[in-house]
């Protein structure tokens, strides 16, 4: 479908906090990033309140968690191929605005994303999260509108992709793709150790990418062609899926 | 992925009565049949009962009538470019069975299907659907099991994809998967003009087609290179998709 | 829209045990009979195992405790006005066959319903209402078929109304529609009155009748016009209301 | 029930968009019109940013959309027989406010309307619609309560219908009632074609007034006496159906 | 687990209205206070508009009915034994700021409570209280965090009780906790006793104590020891029981 | 509560296979056990057909397969501390039949339960589980009506616990309750250990038990007084809890 100077696909991932890039989309981003696609991350937030308790009790300012998150944010983006722009908007909580949401308007224009990946509608551990899902959700539509002004050309309608939150059941997640992230596992997990304010999620993390990758090879037909072990990301889908073939 | 030598891809439809695969899935069937793929259909019931009123009413006897509703599943089938084999259970009601189950865990094992379709779980106005789902749920179950008797090879979990009920909403179903089957469509068409017991359908799958086409263009993302109108069938998927791509 | 000739309106009831028509559907019973409408109850076991502990405890047999049981309903459905017919099929449990469903088919084609009451689809804490319902739903599509055998005319479509379980909430029941039955509340006491095997749940269910007549009161519009206090009556709808009006 | 000075029946419809009203409940306007009753429609924005694509891309301003987009709903709902009022609140998004809200509750007052009608809670695809939804919803609540300060008497519990959004399934939608507006079906039809802006969709909702007709001769009862083809709109009720009798 | 030292316990309820926590939450403030634990109530409103339609109805100044509406609720609170907080927020509509999610983030911290009461987060009826629930689960999660600003130490994660609305079907309530408020039943009446305002609700309260009380025994295990007949509470929990016993 | 004289508390597991008890409810046999309480379980059939794939593909015949379960089970059955009962029912499929369930009424009778544990409703990857809970389920439900017949005395409604399935979002999965098994969990590991036809499962079901520890700590309020690191089991519960005190 893409012609020869098409340019190349475009992936669009719109979190609360520095981290959850990482341990929810790592995989999804170094897959992309490793077939040549752009990614471009917006961080609504640094997680500076909600998501540093270590350097809180290590006694550093505000301003000091700011810019260690967005430090090692930075970091784990390049770790992973992408860019990363920070919004700095303030967490706990994250409150949807208008004009946080016309920004969000003007990236979607600006990037043109074949996919959208942001947080869940629901997460009751955590209300920045479905405040980012909202206005990622809110933008996407507003996006596509030619009567919304700004600058930039109106997109189609790109397919959202809702990664994992911490406590899945309790969030109403269910695991809708399971994506295959074997090859890209040792990027994420480079990535993820990145962020040292959050070392005891990386055992976590990397614990649920084998769950999900058990599932994985579980729901896997025939065909597959799957090694013995695989790692996995789980997302769910907001919009039907366009298909030219069942499979 | 697939080795030069390996088979081509195989689809099996279960459904419970003559007509189902035509209505609710040609275009899927078509569509695989067109890229050199084996389809197999298996129709429990020849809808004997449930599904030939105007036959009754023209005071044909039972006999007449499945001879009847095979004869128009089989040229329906041809056209598609499918194989179809008759189990001849009993329509209305369809009575779930062991024995009908394990001849289905026995057709599973000797097509080695790549994809799985069925009705979905839930129909309020037609019992026999669900039945004919949750045998053909059971089957692919029993089917992966290497302790389960019977001959063939044991098969893995080849992913499902429900077919779209008659009145969806009462039914639970959600379209989760928009297949384009526009450059199929005539084909369907074809099929669906042999099924003259119920003519009253074919403008109603035809209108169904068209406005599950406007769904897939409203969720398509920038690129997918669609021509304007689109022709579409909607499906659910009650496992997990597994990727290697998130699109 | 009813001819001069047209017959009166018919209603049929199927209930799993001998008192449940009237606890739960004892006001709609007799509302439709003050009307001069017909009302059948089908009554697929006396209750004689799971509700009848008082009598068991008593010392009495099975045969005295369904004799017992029969006696007291046929006295509750003459107060109701209402005719009862006994299926004794067994209870707890209540098994589903195709024989009893059969005999359901021909009942409907014998009254020729207008309105099927029956049991919600849950119940946690008495299977035999799931069962009862699970068989009327069945035998009311099957009857609309006129390729199923059996004597008397094909149905239409009768709507279905669900009445109340024991536990609402934990059976996932939600008052879909809320009958005035202040006119006939009498009347269903009286019912209630000659089930004496169950006298502690009479005040349970005035009580309940007068807090459903409170949420009928609450969601009642301005014109209604109703007296300041009312009994009512809760139902599920698990059809689409077809309506001329909305009101 | 009315007495012969009661006042004519009144109707209030709560939509986003100019032309919500038509697409979605023009039946039952034109119904109660029909019947001699008021209807009032509140249209909180002219859709001159969301649904004025075409608009937009000939080169119109914003003024100028807005007044073609006011033309048109008046003379739609000149043809439905409704009064029509417009609040210029702003859509893409519609944002609420208690300012938007306590208007409404000063139109409740003002109508006292017997039935409201709005959009659904949920709609993926247009954020409009659900805030047009909580808006109307809390005023209908906040508009019974004798000590909100305004002009005008308390109303009652009004019921509401909401009616049908473009993409029901994916909108948790289900038609609990369907009206029958084959006798108004020319007016509605002439009231969409009021609509220049948006004629692509005068044959998709032909279509579906088609569809949903199917579904309510599907869904009615023996003695209804519906000619052999019907046209139909469905609706949700989002609180309990207050009854005398179960039809 | 306690240590001699131990403050005692302490209970957190947080109500939209001023009556909210006797109907609601009497028997769990009475058992919780009767133990010599602390209950502390934070009233975000008086109810002075959407709960007082007695007193406006006679005349009375939105001032005198807030007077009168926190006299009432301070002597419910002193029968029950509890220390009761009035944020005079404003209700019809309660409107959620971070202003008042922060005051209750500090007193969240200072009284450190173990348990939280509060509205369930539905109830179409009555919008203030799903507004309270959202600032009390907001406010929870905030005052967990190191990072949010303020006096007092972070809290834990206390478990949550959401108490019953006034329609609990309609508010998708579920009994996920049956509490026996048995032994302090006369309290709480004597409590519904101080809430003139209300008369018509004490004996409406009082039936629905009764029938939670004979669910409570309809699910009690084998070795409860209840006597006969229980006045129960019922609440939901949104988060996961965390226990060191099934039982 | 129980007097002096009172027998120990006792627990029934009703499980589909001979493996499920170890999984999914060791650490809560293990801590009743512990506590001197009696602990019985009834494994309905071996797992020879569904879950002895490395047994089948070493060559071994059903028979022999069935031997090596059994043993298997009643080692691990030891090292937890309860008494196991084989009823040989069956595996893949486990087909429910009166004469089992009525076994089971027997049994519950027999142990008269404080607590039973069963599998939850939903599996879509294994039927035998929900075909165990709903046998489980009726069986618990008749063996309360003294009108069933059979030996034993009858039972009251002892609460129900739900074990996590082996995908716990696929199945409607939620964890209502979170138990602490840290103190016995050495002894769980060693009862996974007798499973040597599973030994793939014992690390994940490791993995499966720090992360419901992790979360079990994420729930506990401030006062739990739990140590740093917790091993968990999830439940669901059917029934609501009976409570004396919110906690």
Redesign the interface.
Known sequence: ??QPT?PP?S?LVVTAHAGDFVWRAGG?IA??AA?GERVTIACLTFG???E??SA??AGKT?DE?KALRRDEAERAAAVLGAEIRFYDAGD??L?PT?EL?DRLVGLLRAV?P??V?THPADD????DHPAAHRMA??AR??AQ????PGPGEI?????V?CFEPH????SG????????ITEVWDTKRAAMECLGAQQHLWD?YT??A??RG???R????????LAHTAMAE??M???????????
């Open positions: 479908m893409n098409a696909r992936t999804a897959l992309a077939r500076e309140r909600g540093s308790a809180w009790r505000l968690i706990y909580p409150v208008p949401t043109q074949d996919v990946l009751p551990y955590n209300g959700m809110e539509v507003l509108a030619v009567g919304y997109i189609g309608a790109p397919p992709f406590q899945p059941e309790m997640f269910r695991p809708e793709v399971l994506l295959d976590y614990d649920l084998v769950r058990v599932q994985l579980r729901n896997a037909g025939p065909n597959l062609g789980a997302y889908r907001p919009f039907p899926q366009v298909a030219r073939e069942l499979a």
